[in-house]
Structure formats: structure tokens, C-alpha cells
């Protein structure tokens, strides 16, 4: 066997230590060891730091390998590159100067991340999570984000043309975001932000695949609203109290707000009186004026009218207090002094609101009566004047007007 330099001596060519330590320093405390088969172990200051086996370089306990700068510009693999699971404390994939955050595999198919030590979302093959460690059982495929006991902002969409000054809402540069309502009872306030005539404050633009052709009580346009009551039984819906308020719409108003629409559970409509009548016009003359206009000018498939609503009681006439009377025959909403809902925000009681269907109803009720009215009318006239009906259906027909019965 060849060698540069001196030729060592015998002894030293082909030793076999057998088992035995090979001393490499002056105070004897750093050895290799060959103690075990097929096994090297390296002791340095007399610690355990590292061990080789056949397919192996293990650095003990206490141990480190110090990591070098990567110069290669790419770096190639024919097999993975596998690490430990890791922890939430502990995440397996992390950096040097913060290893408590970073991403670690709580199992099967699942990524986590964590935040100083804290998880702070999962990827799984069917959702992806934020805030919140575990899959969300009523999702099948979807994004979950968990706000945990935060009850501001939880969705915001932000853009740098976007620089409004309605600061007490959101941040200047965002449009549309989305939070809680009540702190512990949920709900959702959305809020879209829009200034300088530049665009609508939030608009709908709906494509049905196959709208509805009518609508009956089982039926659902091409935008709907479903509204269930979970009140009195947790996780139980429940059904709406008689005339309880199913939907609203309110305005800004005096620095403060007012309800202008309401639809209550069995369809009834209030509004906040805009449709009065004309007292200095004739109301008759009005009415059909209006419909002489539709019939007119509406397009076909607007032309013509449904049945005629039937009064759901009979009205006496008005006297005393005519507001009471209107408010008891649900012509006008009842105001409650006593419900702190009744005030605005101001301290101020609100006003009555007119049902719209209510007064409907007793439009129509109006007109059957006065058609009563008149017939009793012409029934005394015959008495007094013989023929008179006769002459009358006369003078109608030649008004093209239907005559009456005799």
C-alpha cells in the first residue's frame, strides 16, 4: 500500500481496535468507538454528539448540524424531502429567529399553521379554515373564518382607488365589509360604502337560469328572502307571532334614522303614509285617470287586474276620535310609548305607519257599499216613480255603461 512521506510503522498499518477507543486529543475526552457491529459512535469533550450506521448520520441529543448558506442556484431531487409532524407549539416547517411559528401535520391529509405557538388555520383536501383548528361539520367544501370573541370586521374588501371619508364606518380604502350584529346573539351588519356620486351604494345584479312562471304561497322569485324566528327553543325555528314584522327598510333622517316600509308576516304592507290621499283633487277622478293610464301605456303582459280583495270587516262611520278608529281597524300601525323600540334614536316617538293592504281592503269595502247605497236609491225611486229603472238602464247604455238589474 502506498503512502506519501514516511512509511508508518507496522503496527499503525492495519490495526484492528476491537471494540476498543481511539483516543485523538491530549485530555483523552474526544474518541471514536467502534463498540457495536456495523455501528462508529464519536464522542467530543466527552459528550455523545454523533453516530454513523450503514445508511445513517445521526446527531444526538444536545447535538446540532450547523446549516451553511445555499449558493447553488437550483437544487435537484429524484425523492422527497420528509420532516416530522411538528406541533402547534412546535411546527416541524418554522425559521430560526421565531420556531414557534410555522406549519406542522396534526394527520392525515392536514396542514396547520401556527402563530407564536398558536394554531391559527387548517388545509385539508375539502376546506380550507382561518382562526380556527378542525373542520366545520355543516361544510362539505368551503372557507370558514373564525373571529373567535372579536366583534369587529371579520370580511373586508379594501382598494387603492378607493379613498372615501366615511372613517366612522371602515377604513378609507374599504368598500364592503362584513361583521357581526350582536356581540353574543350574531347576526350580520353589512356594510357597503360608496360617496361622490361615483357608484350605487350596493347593487344586485341577479341571472336566473329559470324564473318562476307564478306566484303562489309555495313559490320563490328569481331573489328571495327566507326568514325563520329562532326565539324561545334553542336550535328550534319557530313560527311568526300574528302580524309580527317580517321585513323592513329604513332611511337616514335627521341625524338619525326612520323605518319608511314594513311587510308583516301574513303579507300586509305599511309605509310611512307617502301614498295619502288627494283630499283637494277628485279622488274618483283620480283613480281612474290612473287606470285609464295603465290600460293605456303598460305593456301587455301588465294589463288587467286580479279579483277584487274581499273587506275583512265592516266599517261603521267614523266619529269620535278617528285616528283610534283607524288604528283599531289596522288601517294605521299602533304605537307603543311604552317599548323602547317605538323611539328613535333622537328620543322622539315615532309616527303610525298606513297598511297599505288594509286600506286596500277598505277601498274596496267603500265601493260596495256606495254601489249598495245606490241600488236602495233606486229601488225607492221605482217605488215613487214607476218606469224609473227602466229609463235609468237606458241612459246608461247610451253612456256605454252596464245597466242595473231591475
Not at 200 to 219: C, K, Q, Y
Request: hydrophobic share 35%; proline share 3%; glycine share 10%.
Amino acid at each position: 500500500m502506498p503512502y506519501f512521506g514516511v512509511t508508518p510503522a507496522a503496527e499503525f498499518t492495519s490495526k484492528d481496535l476491537n471494540g476498543e477507543q481511539l483516543i485523538l486529543d491530549a485530555d483523552a475526552d474526544t474518541t471514536i468507538t467502534a463498540d457495536t457491529d456495523d455501528q462508529i459512535d464519536i464522542r467530543i469533550a466527552g459528550a455523545d454528539d454523533f453516530q454513523f450506521t450503514a445508511n445513517t448520520f445521526t446527531a444526538q441529543s444536545g447535538s446540532t448540524i450547523a446549516a451553511q448558506a445555499l449558493t447553488a442556484t437550483s437544487v435537484g431531487s429524484t425523492g422527497a424531502i420528509s420532516n416530522s409532524d411538528g406541533a402547534e407549539g412546535t411546527p416541524s416547517i418554522t425559521f430560526t429567529s421565531d420556531t414557534n411559528t410555522g406549519f406542522w401535520r396534526p394527520g392525515a391529509d392536514e396542514i396547520r399553521w401556527s402563530l407564536g405557538a398558536n394554531a391559527m388555520g387548517a388545509l385539508t383536501t375539502t376546506q380550507l379554515t382561518f382562526g380556527e383548528i378542525g373542520n366545520n361539520t355543516e361544510m362539505t367544501r368551503g372557507i370558514t373564518v373564525y373571529q373567535s370573541t372579536a366583534d369587529d370586521e371579520i370580511l373586508a374588501l379594501k382598494s387603492a382607488d378607493v379613498a372615501h371619508s366615511l372613517t366612522g364606518y371602515t377604513e378609507t380604502d374599504t368598500y364592503f365589509s362584513i361583521k357581526k350584529w350582536g356581540a353574543n346573539g350574531g347576526g350580520t351588519y353589512i356594510n357597503s360604502v360608496a360617496e361622490n356620486g361615483e357608484a350605487n351604494g350596493l347593487v344586485f345584479n341577479v341571472i336566473s337560469g329559470d324564473p318562476v312562471a307564478s306566484a303562489g304561497t309555495t313559490d320563490l322569485g328569481s331573489v328571495g328572502f327566507y326568514i325563520g324566528v329562532a326565539e324561545d327553543t334553542p336550535g328550534t325555528l319557530e313560527d311568526f307571532a300574528a302580524n309580527a314584522v317580517l321585513f323592513s327598510l329604513k332611511k337616514r333622517l335627521a341625524s338619525g334614522t326612520r323605518s319608511v316600509f314594513h311587510v308583516d308576516e301574513d303579507g300586509d304592507i305599511f309605509y310611512d303614509g307617502s301614498a295619502a290621499a288627494f283630499d283637494d283633487e277628485d279622488d274618483a277622478l283620480l283613480a281612474r285617470a290612473f287606470e285609464i293610464e295603465r290600460a293605456e301605456n303598460a305593456s301587455p303582459s301588465h294589463k288587467g287586474s286580479g279579483p277584487a280583495q274581499i273587506i275583512k270587516s265592516e266599517f261603521d262611520k267614523f266619529v269620535g276620535n278617528a285616528k283610534e278608529k283607524l288604528t283599531d281597524a289596522g288601517i294605521i300601525s299602533r304605537i307603543d310609548p311604552n317599548l323602547p323600540s317605538s323611539y328613535d334614536e333622537n328620543g322622539n316617538l315615532g309616527s303610525p305607519m298606513v297598511n297599505l293592504t288594509q286600506l286596500q281592503r277598505l277601498h274596496n269595502g267603500a265601493i260596495w257599499q256606495q254601489r249598495v247605497m245606490f241600488e236602495t236609491m233606486k229601488s225607492v225611486a221605482e217605488e215613487m216613480l214607476p218606469g224609473f229603472a227602466d229609463k235609468l238602464n237606458e241612459r246608461l247604455e247610451s253612456r256605454n255603461l252596464p245597466a242595473l238589474p231591475v
